[in-house]
Every structure is written in C-alpha cells, then in structure tokens.
C-alpha cells in the first residue's frame, strides 16, 4: 500500500519486496534511486516519480547522478558506447528540467568516483580502473574518427569490454597458429575441384586469408557457379536453351522468377554424370559434385554438447551425399527434396495470337477441326469467353449439333466478309485437329506468367475438376496435351504429376466398346484458387488444407549414374544462386564458407560455427553442411551467475571459429565472445557492414575493419597511424567481395535496400489503395496521407488483403506489423490496440475479422459469439490469441528480449497467464506482465531480435535469436500419453538409445513406442517377487515386464466441434446434423471404421455389413437419434452373406469427412481425428 501510493505498479512492488523484504520501505525512503540501478524492470522514470513524492528537490545530487547514468543508458540504446560531454550535457539538463552547471559538477564527480570513465581527444583514459593496461583500439579510432578534441564519457562496463576486445585482439596475432600444416594454395584448388568451378581470385584471397591469418574478416556477398552437361537445359526468357550455348552476359530466369545475367561460364572438361528423377516425373542431369538446397535430416556432432543432435531442415549438399542417403533406405532418406521455383515472369513473346484463355477453353471443351465452336452450360465461362473475343470482333452463337442436348456455341466474325481472328489463330498455331490430338502450343511455354495463368484457367475451367476434398486434377483423352499441361504446371509453381490412365468403356447398340485412353494430371499449388477463373471451382478449393507449417517440397526419388560427359558451369548474379534446369527444377550453388569448412575438416580440425541469433545459425548450417549454434549458446550462458560459464579462463575447446552475421554484435557480446577463444584459434568473422547494426550498443564489425583500413592507409602514405602507439595496433585481413550480386534487380527488396545504400531514389511504382497492390510483388510501395490513413491502411492489409490474397498464411502468427516508432497514432501502442480489435476482438460476434479468417480457411482464436476471457495488466489487454513479445531477459522462465510468443489461456482469477514461446508453454505470473507486450507490432530493431518471420525471395524465412534450445539438456516434448498401470503386461523385446540424448526410446513387442527423459518412470514387473516396480527408462533391459496403459486424460474436456456447414441442396431433405461428438455418435463411427465402406464420393454412399442385431439395430438408434436417418437393407444381401445396411446422405457423408471419416479403403483406414480430439 506505501509503495502503490507513490504509483508503483503491482509487479513492481512483487520485484521490490522479493528484492529487499522488509527493508524495501527504508531503502525507498532514503535511496529511491537505488531501485532502478538494482532491480530489473523498475527504470528512472518510476525512481524518478518515488523521489518527487518523497521530496527530492529537482537538482539533487542523488537525482542528477541517476539522471546522468539514464541519459547514457538511453543513448546506449541508439548505439552510442560513449557520448561526447558537452553533448551528453545538454542531452540530459532538456531530459532534468534543470541547469547545467550542478551537472557538469556531478559529471565530474561520477568520473572522480569511477561511475564513468572520460577519454580525451588523444585516446586516453583519465580515470582509469586497474585492469585498464591495454589501450583500447575502439577508443582510438574513435577520437581519431570520431568527435575531435572534445572528451567522451563512456560506462564503465562499455570501457571494459571494449578493452577485452582491444586485448584478444592483440592476443590472437601475438600467438602462433594452432591449425596442422595447410598448404594453402594446394588447398584452394582441391577446393575448386571439389567445388566444380573455378573461384574468384577475391574468393581465392577469403580462403588464403583465413586459412594465414589468426583474425580475418569476410564481407560482402560471394558468387558462385554449377557444373552441368554441354547438353543440359537453362530456362531463359525466350525458353530453355542448352547451358553449353550460354555466353557471358546472356540472361536466364532464377528460382524466384526474376531474369538475372550470366557472369561467368567456365568449361570443367569431361565429369561423371548422372540423372536426378523427381516424385511428379521431372529429371535433369549434373555432376556428382553439384550442390543442391534440399529438405533432409540428419545427425550432426554437437560440439559444445560433446554428442549427436538431430537436424533437420534445408541443407546444401552434393549429389554424391543425395545418392548415399537415398540407396540407405530409410524413411527419412525419402523425404528428401528441393524447393519449387516462384513462377517465371519473363514476357519476351509480346502479344499471343490468340488470347491465352480463350484459346484453354477451347483446347479444352472446344471442336477445332472446321469451325470452332465451344460447348459448355456454364454461363460464367461463355461470358467470359464472350468478352474477350469480343474485342477481336468475334461473337458467340448457339447451335445445336445433330439434335444434341448439350448447348453449343460457335464463334463467328461480326458479320459476312469479316475475318475470324479466332480461327486464323488458331489455324496458325495448328491446333485444327481432333481431341485425341490436341496440345498446347510452343509460343505459349514462353509467355508472361499471366499469360501461361490465364492458359492453365482456360483448361482448368472446362477440362478440369475440384473434388470433395479440394483436390485439383485436369483429365484430357490427348497423351501429348497432359504432358503439355504437366510442363505449363510446371513453369507456374506446382507440383504436377500424371496419374494411372484410365480406360473407359461403353455401350453402343447393345455392344460394350473400350474409349479412348484418359490421363488425368494431379495438381499441387500452394494457392489453388488462383488456378481457376470460375467462381464455383474456386469455392471448391477451399476445402484444402494448406501446408502452412513445412510448405510445398519437390521429392527426390531416384538417382542414375551416366556415362561421362562434357560439362560446364555457369556464375549468375543472383544472391541466392539458384537457377532453373531442365523441367523447372532448382538447383543450387556453394559459398567460401562450405569450401573453408571442408579443408578444416578435411585436416581433422576443430570448427565451430556460431551467429548471433537462432535463423543466422541455421541458414549458416545449411551452408557449410556443420552445427551452428547462437553464441550465447556457444558460450552457455548462466542466468544465475548473470555471465558466460565459457571465458578466458575456460576458453572454448575449438581450433577454428566461424561467427556469420557480425554485424550484429554489440560490444559486449563481442567482449565475452573474443575472450572465450584460445589464443591458437583461428576466428573468422563474416557480415555485411551495410545491413542494420545490433540492438546493443557498439558496431563492432565496422570499427575492426575500419581499424584495418587506417593502419593500411598509414603504410601506404608513409605516415605515422594512429595507432602506432598501441601494442595491439590491428591490421587485419579484410577481403570485401565486391562482386555485384547481392545488387541486382532480382528482388524489389534487395533493389530497394541497394538503392538507398547508395543514396538513389528507385522505388516501385506507388499506389494509393491497398486493393491495387500487387499481391505477386515481394515489395509493394502503399501511400498513406496521414497517420490515421497509415493505421486504417495497415488494419485493412492485415484483415482483409493478405487474408485473400495468402490464404495459406495465419493473420496473426504469420503476419508482422513494423513500426518506427512506439508513441502516436500510428506507434506500437496504438498500432497494437487496433490490430488487436479487429484480428482478435473481446467479443466473438465482430463480423469483419471473423469473416476474413473463415472465408480464408484459417482457425480463429476465439469461439464465435462468445465472452472471450480477458486479463487486464500495466502492458494492455490479453485474450487467448494473442500475440506477445519478450522485452527483458528472463532467466527464471527461459525467456530472452525479443522472444514472440502466443497466448494459450489466461486466468483473470489467479492473475497468470499461460503463453507458448517455440513451443514451450510458460504460465506468467503479476510480476512478469511488466516484461510483456502485445506484438501485432513492434519497433524495426525488435523485429531483427525477435522471433519473427519476413517475407524474402527464398520464401518465409525467421530471423531473431530463437534459442531453439534453452539450457544445458535437450527439450524432450510431452507425449499424447502417459504410462500407468498396471493395466496390462507386455514384454520389452528392445530398448533403443536414441541420438539424441538424453531421450530413451523404448519399443516393446506390440509395437507400443515411448519416448521420454532419462528421468521418465515406467512401472516394471519384477522377474522374482513378480510385484510391480518403478523404474527409470535407462534401467528397463531387454526381457522385463512393463505395465503400459494409455492416459486419455490428456486430452481436453470440451467436447470437438464439427465445423460443417450443409449446403442447400434443391428439391431435398435438410437433415439436421450433431454441431459435438458426443460418446454415442463416438460408438457410431467406430462401427464405421470397423465395419464400414465410406469410399464411395460421388452418391454419398455409406455402408455398414454386420451380422450382430443388437449391434445393428444400436446403429439404426444412434442414426435415427442424431441424423434423422434410417438405414436401408441392401437388396444383394442374402442368407450366404451378412447383411449390409446403407445411407445414402451426401450431407451425412461430408460431415463424416469433417469428422475425419476421409474418403478411404479399408487398407489405410484409420481413427478419425475428432474422436482423437475428444474427452476420454
């Protein structure tokens, strides 16, 4: 109650009575200031106001000093190490409201006092702490670049740590080499054979570099190339053409559909081959050593864990590793496969002859051989056929063909003596020939992607057909138009494969007659309403599920050795390196990291790989094909002790370190980071300086190389460096590849962000509403004219445009709003509020959100028309839903800043609050809702921290420090199950240890699987006494008895919802249909599963064959009671067979599906989900 009068908050007085007990009233009283220095959480703001209550006069000594050490705190914050005086000054008597003479004399006196550390102009320390020895070399390049004659204040812990840095850095060029001997040329060329092309002589130097120098550093992006056959095919804007005929300069179409130029061919002479063969009929061919971007999984050793952990994920490899995996036979070796290509948008073929979806309708349900008539009942197809021939001068007229009941339509010119566009097209193009000889002409593969879109609609809409499921398929009687369409799939981004042919039969006059051969193509897209123009087939479509979580792969199936062949490979300039051969498949380049890594392992040396957030280590472990971990991780980081268990004096156990995006180090990090290398170690540091610092203070990649380029200018012009006088003056090897390829027009995005490095002004074309963005654009440019403009703006693209346009993607897990600024109309705060209103409102009836996530096949996270329970806190507002962001570190949960997490539950009673970070649920108490914040959007440096997701050319990337794994052991995930007993007895036949430890896998003789820590208890039988025991996983040996029984308590008590919707069929019987599963309607579908035949997807047909009465006419009851269906006794029935009993309901049978009840066989029958899902 004394602290709440003075406007503590409640989880500010929960940190000070933890903190201090009962001498948390004394110490505010007499050192209010005190708080914001010791206790996380409480800053000088609330200090601040306790003091001005208490009496505190506004030039106070305790108060100016507080006010001094924020104001440095602040600017730290902006990136500041230190802060010139007379600045810092002025900063902090606007930030006081008092005079600055009192604060030059407390300045003074902090100094006296070693609070603060001042450096004058010549680089000096003036009050110096006694381990200060070393002159820092940031503090020197700092006055010589920095601010002049004028003295800098720094925080003590900033002075450390950049006096750490200054010394390692001495340190490592002090001492000599740990690596074996290298030859290092020798090296780089057993690098490029590996690699299969030849290397850049600045790529050349990076290797030299760090194979020579203790300290190195590499910026800048690397190009690379690819050594295919003479003959293998490149798709270029005009088509493929052969890699062989490619000349420097010439341009071809990359992964993400964008044209990028050749920049170097280079002849690799004759190479083993083979043929690569993907799961929809694709193949191409390359070298053994080729890389390739795949989906795999694999162990990989932990070196700060000392063991195998599993990995997996997109990874480079060679073809040779591919090969391997996929001759070992095991089930993850069958999952492997390469991204899909973003479709082409090259437009070198102009204006078709013929408007490309008119000429797929009529390719499709057209008569070409004389007159080209289209014959179709659809309404919405004609006209819209109608309309775009209609420019052309061409209209539609009904005929009727030999009394035929289907409805025709023939196109003709506008009048007699007129010419037919339409016909001489398609004359032209050679397409007047029967259906069984029909296909899609050449000029079109080379289209624009809105052309080849509009085709691939053309045949959908007529040829094409939507099941029940939403599954898309394209049927033609012509062998050669389904391959066609299988390539026209293709070159647009989907997964086509053509399935078994069909041979349909028929009666003619009494006589059955075998049809022509049907070959239907199976469709895959990650937006499958796009593929279609008609209203109806799109509506179908939304009954697919989309693969949100792993996306769409290409499966690898096979690979086939060849007989040797010439073979080339190619340099583009793309950042990403990938390219498309033949049949559209990517494929991928190497880096000089993966050649660096290969000659360390190579010599058996130590490497470890390290980056300063989760995302930047896993993209560093798909490159180099190694584990990499955050360096907190690396360094494993006590909460408790607040500091790094590895340091100086216990360094790291490496003879080689690779820290990727450094950039992002802040001093600190840098310090504890340096420290921990052995002094034989190599370190290689590797970042770009131009993309956004860390959200810590300092730029440490920058000063390095900066420190490099002086002392070198000093040799050069023959002049003393300012450096000279410091026995750890740095001249490190600093390789820049120069090369053009991170800045070329590939991506609006990397075009933009280049511009503006380089001070131009090119930004894509802007719009003034949000409806007119283009939803295929990675970077789209949306004026808003005030800041309410701004906020309505961002509310639409969040609940409307980006729900339609990416219905694939979750409007509140997969969507991040980023801001500048975190006050005003379109700040955080405000920005938060409203986001939150219309994404996840308290009440459930609001219409627009609810709408945009229903019509856009994503859950909601609330139930509809309902009371959504709320927690109210000092940060805002929480419902089940919500998004949140980490602000402070939290030790005691496992929670760093920057970590975004989503609401599970809350308790408005108990005041906590239950969140899932990565999985992890951490219930949050009062005294944590101060570290939380909602994170529908958040400030520009808390994204690069944060575990957030950003829409880049690659697709959906992270970014932000995920801590995938807190802690010193391995997460091990609950099961759906728990074991007790004694329920039954089954015996141990085995017990496997799995590699990722301390996981126990244990199998016994039924197949019943357990995994769990090796702290888990089973309940085991004793082999004498014959009682039962408790016993841990690793002491269960091969032979024992264990008691299993399946805890379906887990589950949760609210009974399943089946969300299903009837349609209004005409002229029928609504039925009405259960909205839960209940236990009967539960006992109804297990009779189903086990005695059932629910295949059938055309008439709705569901039957149950069993001999039990009682069973029966139970089935009969539980139909009747929930459905309003009576069951009918099938007329094959006889005394020979059991009866079979069927429904024929297609209402009834969606709502099986809905349940889970899929339209299968008996083979790959199974449980359905709802059942799963309910209470025990």
Same mark, same amino acid.
């Given at each position: ?56 006069? !506004? ?13 440095? =705190? ?88 950049? =006096? ?21 040329? %020798?090296?780089?060329?057993?690098? =490029? ?86 799961? @929809? ?29 599993? %990995? ?36 070198? !073929?102009?204006?078709?002859?013929? @408007? ?91 289209? &624009?992607? /809105? ?37 026209? #799939? ?130 560093? #472990? ?101 450096? #000279? ?20 027009? /590939?991506?609006?995005?990397? %075009?933009? %962000? ?58 509140? !897990?997969?969507?991040? +709003? ?10 955080? #705060? ?43 806190? &000092? ?28 609401? +599970? ?79 039954? +007895? ?19 003789? $039924?197949?019943? $699987?357990?995994?769990? &820590? ?14 039962? +025991? ?147």
């Amino acid at each position: 109650i004394f602290l709440q009068t003075y406007g503590v908050t409640t989880s500010q007085c929960a940190k000070l009575v933890q903190k201090y007990a009962g001498d948390a009233k004394r110490i505010i009283q007499q050192e209010p200031y005190r708080v914001a220095r010791e206790i996380d959480g409480i800053g000088f703001k609330t200090a601040d106001k306790i003091a001005i209550n208490l009496g505190f006069a !506004n030039d106070a000594p305790p108060r100016l000093d507080a006010g001094i050490l924020y104001a440095l =705190q602040t600017l730290e914050e902006e990136g500041h190490t230190a802060y010139p005086a007379a600045a810092l000054l002025e900063y902090t008597t606007e930030l006081l409201q008092t005079t600055g003479e009192r604060l030059a004399a407390r300045l003074e006196a902090l100094i006296a006092q070693h609070d603060l550390v001042s450096h004058s102009a010549a680089g000096k320390s003036e009050v110096r702490s006694p381990k200060s020895e070393a002159t820092s070399a940031f503090s020197v390049q700092r006055s010589a670049f920095g601010v002049g004659g004028s003295a800098l204040i720094q925080l003590p812990v900033n002075d450390r740590a950049e =006096q750490r840095i200054a010394v390692a850095v001495a340190r490592l060029r002090r001492t000599g080499s740990g690596l074996p001997p290298i030859k290092v040329d %020798a090296a780089v060329k057993w690098a =490029q054979e590996r690699a299969g092309f030849q290397f850049h002589e600045l790529q050349a130097a990076a290797l030299r570099h760090a194979l020579t120098s203790k300290l190195s550093i590499l910026t800048g992006g690397p190009g690379t190339g690819k050594a295919q056959p003479l003959n293998a095919l490149v798709l270029t804007p005009e088509g493929f053409r052969p890699i062989g005929k490619l000349r420097v300069g010439d341009e071809i179409v990359a992964a993400e559909g964008h044209t990028v130029r050749v920049t170097g061919v280079y002849p690799q002479g004759v190479k083993p081959t083979c043929r690569i063969t993907f799961a @929809d009929g694709r193949s191409c061919e390359c070298c053994p050593d080729h890389l390739w971007r795949v989906w795999t999984r694999k162990s990989v050793w932990n070196p700060a864990l000392k063991r195998k952990v599993r %990995a997996r994920g997109w990874r480079v490899v060679p073809l040779q590793y591919i090969e391997r995996r996929l001759r070992e036979n095991r089930v993850e070796s069958a999952r492997m496969a390469v991204p899909l290509i973003e479709p082409s948008r090259s437009t070198a !073929n102009g204006n078709p002859p013929c @408007d490309p979806y008119v000429l797929g309708a009529l390719i499709g349900d057209g008569n070409l051989r004389d007159a080209v008539i289209l014959t179709s009942r659809d309404p919405e197809l004609t006209g819209r056929v109608a309309t775009r021939v209609a420019p052309m001068g061409v209209r539609l007229k009904r005929v009727t063909l030999h009394g035929a009941a289907t409805i025709s339509w023939r196109l003709i010119a506008r009048g007699k003596g007129f010419p037919n566009p339409v016909r001489e097209a398609i004359k032209a193009l050679g397409l007047n020939v029967n259906s069984e000889e029909k296909f899609v002409p050449e000029p079109y593969f080379a289209a &624009s992607l /809105e052309e080849r879109l509009e085709l691939l609609r053309g045949l959908l809409d007529t040829d094409g057909t939507v099941d029940r499921l939403g599954v898309v398929s394209f049927t033609s009687c012509s062998f050669r138009l389904a391959k066609d369409f299988q390539r026209l #799939a293709w070159s647009v981004g989907c997964i086509a494969t053509i399935g078994a042919t069909k041979k349909p039969s028929f009666i003619h006059r009494g006589e059955r007659r075998r049809g022509r051969d049907a070959y239907t193509v199976f469709l895959q897209h990650p937006r499958p309403a796009s593929l279609f123009a008609l209203s109806r087939k799109q509506r179908r479509t939304q009954r697919l599920r989309p693969r949100r979580r792993l996306g769409y792969r290409l499966l690898i199936v096979s690979v086939t050795p060849l007989e040797p062949r010439e073979c080339v490979c190619i340099a583009i300039d793309s950042p990403s390196g990938l390219y498309v051969t033949n049949d559209y498949v990517v494929t991928h380049n190497t880096t000089i990291l993966h050649a660096l890594v290969a000659i360390l392992k190579a010599k058996k040396v130590r490497v470890h790989l390290a980056a300063p957030t989760g995302r930047a280590a896993q993209r560093l #472990a798909e490159t180099t094909g190694g584990f990499a971990s955050t360096i907190h991780r690396l360094l494993k980081f006590d909460g408790a002790k607040g500091g790094f268990t590895v340091n100086e004096n216990s360094p790291l156990a490496t003879d080689f370190l690779i820290v990727d995006e450094a950039s992002m180090l802040d001093t600190r990090l840098a310090a504890a980071l340096f420290a921990a290398v052995p002094s034989r170690a190599h370190l290689l540091l590797v970042g770009d300086i131009d993309q956004l610092p860390s959200v810590g203070a300092g730029n440490v990649l920058k000063d390095l190389i900066a420190c490099g380029d002086e002392s070198r200018r000093s040799k050069v012009e023959g002049r003393k460096s300012e450096f #000279a006088d410091s026995h750890c003056a740095p001249e490190i090897p600093v390789t820049r590849l120069s090369m053009i390829y991170r800045q070329q027009n /590939e991506s609006h995005i990397v %075009a933009t %962000a280049h511009a503006i490095n380089a001070g131009e002004a090119s930004p894509p074309p802007v719009v003034n509403e949000v409806g007119k963005a283009s939803a295929w654009s990675d970077l789209n440019f949306i004026a808003a004219y005030s800041a309410e403009d701004c906020v309505a703006k961002v509310l639409e693209l969040c609940s409307d445009y980006i729900p339609r346009h990416c219905r694939w993607l979750h409007p509140i !897990n997969d969507v991040q +709003v980023l801001a500048p600024m975190h006050k005003g109309v379109a700040g955080v #705060a405000n920005l938060n509020r409203e986001l939150q209103t219309a994404l996840n409102p308290a009440h459930g009836d609001a219409t627009p959100p609810s709408r945009a996530f229903r019509d856009h096949g994503v859950a909601a996270p609330r139930q509809p028309r309902t009371q959504v329970p709320a927690l109210r806190t &000092s940060s805002g507002e929480f419902r089940p839903g919500d998004k949140l962001i980490q602000l402070r570190n939290n030790y005691d949960q496992g929670l760093f800043n920057g970590d975004i997490g989503t609401v +599970v539950s809350v308790n408005p009673g108990a005041g906590t609050l239950t969140a899932d970070f990565d999985g992890e649920k951490h219930v949050l108490e009062r005294g944590d809702f101060g570290d939380i914040a909602p994170a529908y959007a958040i400030s520009i440096h808390k994204c690069v921290a944060a575990d957030t997701w950003v829409l880049t050319t690659q697709g959906w990337q992270q970014i932000g420090d995920l801590w995938p794994a807190r802690g010193s052991g391995v997460r091990v995930r609950a099961a759906a199950f728990q074991l007790a007993g004694p329920a039954g +007895v089954v015996r141990a036949d085995q017990v496997y240890r799995g590699t990722v430890e301390p996981a126990i896998r244990l199998i016994t003789r $039924h197949g019943f $699987h357990l995994t769990g &820590s090796h702290r888990h208890p089973v309940l085991v039988q004793c082999p004498t006494t014959a009682a039962p +025991v408790w016993k841990k996983l690793p002491e269960v040996r091969p032979g024992d008895f264990v008691a299993i029984r399946r805890d379906m308590g887990l589950f949760p008590r609210q009974k399943v919802r089946i969300a299903y919707e009837p349609p209004a069929y005409p002229l029928r019987r609504r039925i009405a249909l259960p909205a839960t599963v209940n236990a009967e309607i539960a006992l109804l579908l297990g009779y189903l599963v086990g005695d059932g035949a629910y295949a059938e997807r055309k008439d709705g047909d569901v039957r149950l064959t069993n001999a039990d009465r009682t069973l029966v006419r139970n089935y009969a009851r539980i139909l009747r009671k929930h459905f309003g269906l009576r069951p009918t006794l099938s007329r094959s029935t006889t005394h020979k067979t059991a009866p079979t009993w069927y429904v024929i309901s297609k209402s009834f049978r969606e709502w099986l599906a809905a349940a889970g009840l899929g339209f299968v066989t008996a083979r790959v029958k199974s449980v359905p989900s709802a059942v799963l899902r309910s209470p025990r």
